[in-house]
């Protein structure tokens, strides 16, 4: 089993940042890939980014690219994203996720675990 918990949700304004964490506990943390997804009203959820065990390999949406950055930090069991430039269309509810199987999957059927999400609004 592993639990997630993200944190550092918010209201921002276009342009700004937000830094968003994902803590873990239970399972190795360094045995899964992680990822972030978001999920706005209305819409179906949908892959923002995904960092193998290591940390070594990170893969994007088209959207984010340059923009978002995930990381992880394996001794503190805790998983990143930093969203710079944000936008509008950003705003949705952002999920992580551990997958143990897969690296770099955009399928959220492929991850097994998940957290209960954090908000981030981003106004214009």
């Known amino acids: 089993q592993v639990q997630l918990v993200e944190s550092g949700g918010g209201l921002v304004q276009a342009g700004g940042s937000l830094r968003l964490s994902c803590a873990a506990s239970?399972?190795?943390?360094?045995?899964?890939?992680m990822g972030w997804f978001r999920q706005a009203p209305g819409k179906e959820r949908e892959f923002v980014a995904a960092?193998?065990?290591?940390?070594?390999?990170?893969y994007y949406t088209d959207s984010v690219k340059g923009r978002f950055t995930i990381s992880r930090d394996n001794a503190k069991n805790t998983v990143y994203l930093q969203m710079n430039r944000l936008e509008p269309e950003d705003t949705a509810v952002y999920y992580c996720?551990?997958?143990?199987?897969?690296?770099?999957?955009?399928?959220?059927?492929?991850?097994?675990?998940w957290g209960q999400g954090t908000q981030v609004t981003v106004s214009s």
């Open positions: 996720a551990a997958c143990i199987v897969c690296v770099g999957s955009h399928s959220p059927n492929t991850y097994t675990y």
């Open positions: 239970g399972r190795a943390f360094s045995t899964n890939s």
């Open positions: 960092v193998s065990r290591s940390g070594g390999t990170t």
